[in-house]
Nanobody, 118 residues
Framework: VQLQESGPGLVKPSQTLSLTCTVSGGSITTSYYYWSWIRQPPGKGLEWIGYIAYSGSTYSSPSLKSRTSISRDTSNNQFSLQLSSVTPEDTAVYYC???????????WGQGTQVTVSS
């Protein structure tokens, strides 16, 4: 499977960050995979944001849940992240991943840099 993130590299504070992950070589509806978003701010560790499961159910990190929406487009084999009310602290490299179970991340996209700045 291959995953590719896409979206704006620059977002203004208070706006909504929107990213899409395009998946090839496997369907996002195939049991029992979990499709996650993870980010890494500069100089910091990885932070899990949330997932959308093969079934379409979603779950987000409690620390980001109020600002996070994860959805999918099965016709295009894509899933997306929306993070609202962004601040410079949301600046990070954002990755989309696939895992065979919730909380696992066996396959990764190359990552995309998102900078929040006015």
């Amino acid at each position: 499977v291959q995953l590719q993130e896409s979206g704006p590299g620059l977002v203004k504070p208070s706006q909504t960050l929107s990213l899409t992950c395009t998946v090839s070589g496997g369907s996002i509806t195939t049991s029992y995979y979990y499709w996650s978003w993870i980010r890494q701010p500069p100089g910091k560790g990885l932070e899990w944001i949330g997932y959308i499961a093969y079934s379409g159910s979603t779950y987000s990190s409690p620390s980001l849940k109020s600002r996070t929406s994860i959805s999918r487009d099965t016709s295009n084999n894509q899933f997306s992240l929306q993070l609202s009310s962004v601040t410079p602290e949301d600046t990070a490299v954002y990755y989309c991943t696939r895992g065979a179970q919730a909380g696992t991340f066996g396959s990764w996209g190359q990552g995309t840099q998102v900078t929040v700045s006015s």
